[in-house]
């Protein structure tokens, strides 16, 4: 239920105690009307007689009667009025009934029925989410440039010379692909260029297509992720092993050859 509002009960109090205070006066200004009252109030039939009766009741509770005032009910009940000035039925088997009472003998009166709910409907709840511009977009910016100078930088106090012109009448043994790509040219030793070419690398781009709208876990915690990082890293060390057998196990002819025997065929 609904807590009543601290300035509603500080009102409530105070009418109380006016009601309180003001009421003596009234109840002696009120005696010598009392005795033609009965015959006024009997008169006037729109009073119904059984709230005249719990009045009664009422106003002699309150009045300091322990028993109250009792006055017979239909049904052969007697109405008497407690201390606290609920009016209840004395029913013949010796049990209180209050008069007026409701199913189960509850005497509360109901006002409205309340939806449950909160009264105010909020439509937007707060998540841990930002904008992608420019919160994203601009650690990215500055992480572009920093890289940009730092290569501007090396390429002055590092040299990068290119190799002598190419002698198309004299090809090199071995012949290996940058290193980016010796991970597919070691895939052609051993399965065919249609399988090494375009199946492995194609189902490789597709799933990692899908993989964001399989993947659903917003976490970003490796112990709560176990799988994904599990896939990441034996796809990440399957491409570093075929690099480095490429770049440093392949001798003439793309043969297998130990480079602390052989000699290293690749220029780092």
Excluded at 32 to 37: G, H, I, R, V, Y
Excluded at 40 to 45: F, G, N
Excluded at 56 to 68: F, N
Excluded at 76 to 85: H, Q, S, Y
Aim: with cysteine; hydrophobic share 45%.
């Amino acid at each position: 239920m609904t807590e009543i509002p601290e300035h509603l009960l500080k009102r409530a109090q105070a009418a109380r105690d006016k009601s309180a205070s003001s009421e003596p006066a009234a109840e002696t200004a009120a005696e010598p009307a009392e005795a033609s009252a009965p015959e006024t109030a009997a008169s006037d039939s729109r009073i119904p007689e059984h709230l005249l009766q719990r009045s009664k009741a009422a106003k002699a509770a309150k009045s300091g009667g322990d028993t109250g005032d009792a006055q017979t009910a239909p049904g052969g009940t007697v109405a008497v009025a407690d201390k606290v000035g609920a009016v209840v039925a004395a029913t013949p088997d010796g049990g209180a009934v209050p008069v007026g009472a409701g199913p189960g003998g509850h005497t509360q009166r109901l006002l409205t029925v309340v939806k449950s709910g909160s009264i105010q409907n909020v439509k937007a709840t707060p998540v841990d989410k930002v904008h992608t511009w420019p919160h994203l977009l601009a650690i990215e910016f500055v992480a572009a440039l920093a890289c940009t100078a730092f290569v501007f930088i090396f390429s002055i106090f590092v040299h990068a010379p290119l190799l002598q012109l190419a002698n198309t009448n004299q090809t090199p043994n071995p012949s290996k692909a940058p290193w980016y790509f010796l991970g597919l040219q070691e895939l052609l030793t051993v399965f065919h260029p249609m399988v090494a070419g375009v199946t492995l690398p194609g189902v490789g781009l597709i799933f990692m297509v899908l993989l964001p709208y399989v993947d659903h876990n917003p976490s970003n915690k490796p112990e709560d992720r176990k799988f994904a990082y599990g896939l990441m890293t034996i796809h990440f060390m399957f491409w570093s092993v075929l690099v480095i057998i490429g770049s440093f196990f392949r001798g003439p002819g793309f043969n297998f050859v130990l480079p602390w025997v052989e000699g290293l065929f690749f220029e780092l």
